[in-house]
């Protein structure tokens, strides 16, 4: 276990929020994951997000299906309601959560079996829908919770635990996203807080389908010399294009970049995201460059984190149904029931 | 000249045709006319899985006395299909008729000596009056429909009423329309005069009733009962469920300031994915629900146990075909009873609503939204084909104003606030329903965490086998409680006393109600139960132990309804009879006499002896 058990009561000293909220009051459950898995490590940064983007708990829903990933809403955000649902079929369930209520912040987590494999058409579906959303893998490359078989995003030639070798060819969820519209797509990797949190919070601010890859080795069953996911080989072969800040408008910037080397992105909230780029060429408003991009870094044996794409102007699956601002299920028998007599109109226009 | 059947008000008409020939359009035109001349019709399309160029039959009953059912039999055949002719022409009852484009002269050998002929050179009259090949194929629908109306004595303003409301708006394709329709109804009148001996005489029978298909009904009750979520995957016979809610949507949804929607539908990229954004929208309190048929219940079982044992409100429509697999997929059946009743791996019993036409199917559809918000659970609306894709004509629907939606047990921001206790299966008063709360709901009250997994009544992660045993038992209770919110059975007593007994449900009603004149007029006396919902009330139980044996009457091969009564009231199998029919066709008044009677004289034989 990653968590001991906390005491309820708040200490006068933790820090608040703007909300006055403290970190306490973003965090869930115990966590019942192995000790240093990286699926712990995200739940960290979510809940630093969600604080420092001063939002209130209640007012995001967290989905997840099936895997050791999609336990960790568990974790995070025990205020929040949460949705544990099947294996690889969360996207339709927050698909119609998100249709029910647009206002709330819809949060969905899920593994690389859960997404690239059971549940990749979900995925691919609920993305190129423009569901208003932050999706998170947390991709260890096996499915943990199944006891380290090889999951659909391990790299050929891996090495499983139990010696085994990957031939397939691997999914990349990242060139999926991007193809098929996701309007938010980076990657990220577990063990790096400083770059993941800010992702997180661009994420959850994003007007549209938000898809964050999240790189998380998996102690148990993949984390060892041969893995293409382990800790050792993300960092070795880790190339960021990107170091992001983001900027709360109702914060004060304390950090301030070198000029000449930083973006700014204003996202629809009116919150900016910039960045500090460590390529000069990286413009990571191109969809059609970062494709391909993202294919040559591969091919150099090199993995891309950072932001890798961003539509600021995003539009969202409302949108292209054209539904009324307010929530549907807040919407009462008045405004949804035509009554008796349209329905004695209806008669008449049958006979 | 053979015997001629001499019938008014009281025949079946066949049109053969072929698939994509414009005829379907023109058939309901003719069905309607009757219909308008006050004479009761029942309609059934007979159509095949394929969009162009195979047989399709549409048979139109004309019924004074206002069966429903299908009739069996045929007393004239419009036989405008080559490809089945010696087929359909076999089919036309002794001394019945036969409509058929007289152009080309035809062997003595294709007609039958017991049938009377009235030939019409349609593909003659066609050719003669348009040019263009496609007229020629549409109006020849339209020409034959006139000639129709004069043989029976339609009233031709009648008809012409009737393509002036079809193309009101589009000027030239009505004048053309009713130009072709004087065309053939002057034809007949001319040289077909006294040929054929069934007539429609204006009549008082239909009275205000409607004619509709089940499938925009219960569309139309999706929007009288409160539903803004659809998400669905095309699939015959329930796609125009989903297409019609988008056109009562469009109706009625429409906000009439902004013009935005007050529902959203989405096409799914399979069954899986449209029940998933049901339990969704369900779990986040909007109304939701999903239109399929078999092939897409069987996708989405896993799902279906989730929001048994999570229990979310979800509203399915199974609109029932031919199976298994894909079986007859546009032929009728009721065969998925099992399948929804125990839908899901692991122990789960689902709510069924079995409505017998469009008019009960609207208020079901209305009602299986408060029942899936009470009960906290899947409610399983079972439609056939027959009711779902044929016009059905029944009483207008009727909507009480004052009626409120039940949401259920909802737990609110201000209970929370006031410190009422939340356990999420917790079961507060006996009816073993717990409360639920929204997302959203309070800042730091009464969220919880929704899962397949067992938990606690606080909704706390458990593997204690007495904790998941005191959850399947609460669900027990819970079915418990349905029994008493569902419809109840509806129970016909017959003139004198009976010793046995008739279970039915669904479009089975049809046909029922005149098998039972005929019985009753052979002396053969039944009081019949018809089953409205599952679980089974207590009065079901109760009816089948009144006599010494009952029937079921179902359409299905393994007799599932009979099944269930047997497995869910632990009923004697032996006090129960099955009369099935699962040929993809309605069943008939006629088949379900001839079965009952049949046995009944067995039964009365063996006792003589
Ligand atoms: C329909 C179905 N099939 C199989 C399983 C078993 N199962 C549970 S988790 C899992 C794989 C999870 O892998 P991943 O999504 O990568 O999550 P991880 O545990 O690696 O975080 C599988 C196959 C299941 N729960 N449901
Ligand atoms: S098995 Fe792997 S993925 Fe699962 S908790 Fe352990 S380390 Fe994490
Ligand atoms: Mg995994």
Redesign the interface.
């Known amino acids: 276990m990653t968590y001991l058990p906390k005491p309820k009561f708040h200490h006068p000293a933790l820090p608040k929020n703007a909300l006055g909220f403290t970190h306490r009051d973003y965090e869930g459950s115990i966590s019942t994951l192995c000790a240093g898995c990286g699926h712990d490590s995200i739940s960290a940064a979510v809940i630093q997000a969600c604080f420092e983007l001063n939002l209130?708990?209640?007012?995001l829903?967290k989905?997840s299906g099936i895997g050791c990933s999609s336990k960790t809403?568990?974790y995070f955000l025990?205020?929040?309601?949460?949705?544990?649902?099947?294996h690889g079929?969360m996207?339709?369930?927050?698909?119609?959560?998100?249709?029910?209520?647009r206002?709330?912040i819809y949060l969905g987590v899920s593994g690389d079996g859960d997404s690239a494999s059971i549940g990749l058409?979900?995925f691919m579906?609920c993305v190129r829908?423009g569901v208003n959303m932050l999706y998170i893998t947390e991709n260890n490359g096996v499915y943990g919770l199944t006891k380290g078989q090889f999951s659909a995003t391990a790299d050929r030639g891996s090495r499983s635990k139990a010696g085994g070798i990957n031939n397939d060819s691997p999914l990349d969820l990242v060139g999926l996203a991007l193809l098929i519209g996701a309007t938010f797509v980076a990657r990220s990797f577990s063990g790096d807080k400083t770059q993941l949190v800010p992702l997180i919070m661009a994420g959850l601010s994003h007007n549209g389908p938000a898809f964050i890859d999240v790189i998380s080795p998996c102690v148990a069953f993949n984390n060892h010399p041969g893995s293409t996911k382990s800790f050792e080989y993300v960092r070795e072969h880790n190339e960021a294009v990107n170091r992001l800040d983001f900027m709360d408008p109702r914060q004060p910037i304390t950090v301030d970049y070198e000029p000449g080397t930083t973006a700014e992105v204003t996202l629809h909230d009116g919150s900016k995201l910039r960045l500090a780029k460590l390529h000069a060429d990286y413009d990571p408003h191109d969809r059609i460059a970062a494709m391909t991009y993202m294919q040559q870094r591969a091919s150099a044996g090199e993995l891309v984190t950072g932001l890798i794409y961003m539509e600021p102007e995003a539009r969202d699956m409302?949108a292209t149904?054209?539904?009324?601002?307010v929530p549907?299920?807040?919407?009462s028998?008045k405004?949804?029931?035509?009554?008796?007599a349209?329905?004695?109109k209806?008669?008449a226009s049958?006979? | 000249m053979p015997k001629a059947i001499r019938s008014v008000n009281d025949f079946v008409i066949k049109f053969a045709n072929v698939n994509g020939s414009g005829s379907a359009s023109a058939n309901e035109m003719f069905a309607r006319a009757v219909m308008r001349m006050g004479v009761p019709i029942a309609t059934r399309n007979i159509f095949p899985s394929n969009i162009q160029g195979l047989p399709t039959w549409f048979e139109v009953r004309v019924s004074e006395k206002g069966w429903p059912g299908r009739r069996g039999g045929c007393d004239l055949m419009v036989a405008m299909n080559p490809q089945t002719w010696d087929k359909d022409i076999a089919s036309i009852d002794p001394g019945g008729y036969l409509f058929y484009d007289s152009s080309k002269p035809m062997p003595e050998s294709k007609f039958r000596s017991d049938v009377n002929v009235v030939g019409m050179p349609l593909t003659e009259i066609c050719n003669r009056t348009y040019k263009d090949p496609r007229q020629r194929q549409l109006f020849k629908n339209i020409i034959y429909v006139g000639a129709l109306s004069a043989l029976f004595d339609i009233e031709r303003a009648t008809v012409e009423k009737l393509v002036r409301e079809q193309y009101g708006s589009k000027q030239q394709l009505l004048e053309s329309n009713i130009k072709a329709l004087n065309l053939g109804y002057a034809y007949a009148k001319e040289h077909l005069a006294g040929l054929c001996n069934l007539k429609v005489a204006k009549s008082g029978a239909v009275g205000n009733r409607i004619l509709i298909a089940g499938n925009d009904a219960a569309a139309l009750g999706c929007v009288y009962g409160g539903a803004t979520v659809a998400a669905w995957y095309p699939i015959t016979p329930s796609t125009s469920v989903a297409e019609a809610f988008a056109k009562w949507c469009r109706k009625f949804r429409v906000d009439p300031e902004t013009k935005r929607h007050r529902f959203a539908i989405v096409q799914a990229e399979d069954e899986i994915s449209a029940i998933g954004v049901v339990i969704g929208a369900g779990w986040n309190g909007a109304r939701a629900f999903t239109a399929t048929s078999g092939p897409g219940i069987s996708l989405m079982q896993e799902f279906l146990g989730l929001a048994y044992f999570a229990e979310i409100p979800a509203v399915i429509f199974d609109v029932q075909r031919g199976g298994p697999s894909t079986g007859m997929p546009t032929r009728t059946q009721q065969a998925d009873i099992l399948l929804c009743a125990y839908a899901s791996h692991g122990d789960t019993k689902h709510v069924l609503l079995f409505p017998e036409d469009p008019r009960e199917l609207f208020e079901m559809a209305a009602l299986s939204f408060d029942l899936a918000e009470r009960l906290q659970t899947p409610i399983f609306v079972m439609e056939d084909l027959d009711i779902g894709m044929n016009d059905w004509l029944c009483e207008p629907f009727q909507w009480d104003d004052s009626r409120v939606y039940d949401r259920g047990k909802l737990m609110t921001a201000a209970e929370l606030e006031a410190g009422k206790t939340f356990g999420r299966y917790l079961d507060v008063d006996g009816d073993a329903i717990p409360y639920r709360t929204l997302p959203g709901t309070h800042p730091s009250k009464g969220a919880y965490f929704t899962r397949g997994t067992s938990r606690d009544r606080f909704a706390k992660y458990s593997e204690d086998g007495a904790v998941y045993v005191d959850n399947m038992q609460r669900l027990l209770r819970k079915f418990e409680t349905a029994k008493s919110l569902v419809p109840a059975p509806v129970l016909r007593r017959a003139r004198e006393p009976a010793r046995y007994g008739v279970i039915y449900f669904g479009s089975t009603s049809a046909p029922m109600a005149e098998a039972l004149v005929s019985l009753e007029q052979a002396g053969l006396h039944l009081d019949t139960l018809r089953i409205r919902a599952f679980p089974f009330r207590d009065e079901v139980a109760d009816f089948i132990t009144a006599y010494d044996q009952v029937f079921v009457v179902e359409q299905n091969r393994d007799a599932q309804l009979r099944s269930l009564l047997v497995n869910e009231c632990a009923i004697d199998p032996a006090r129960l009879i099955s009369v099935l029919h699962y040929d993809g066709t309605p069943v008939t008044a006629r088949f379900i006499t001839a079965a009952i009677s049949e046995r009944l004289q067995i039964r009365a034989k063996e006792a003589a002896e």
């Open positions: 209130q708990p209640h007012r829903a989905l809403p568990d025990g205020q929040s309601h949460g949705f544990n649902s099947v079929r996207p339709s369930v927050l698909t119609g959560a998100n249709l029910a209520n206002e709330l058409g979900q579906h829908r409302h149904l054209n539904t009324v601002d549907l299920n807040g919407l028998e405004q949804l029931c035509p009554g008796s349209a329905l004695e209806v008669n049958l006979r």
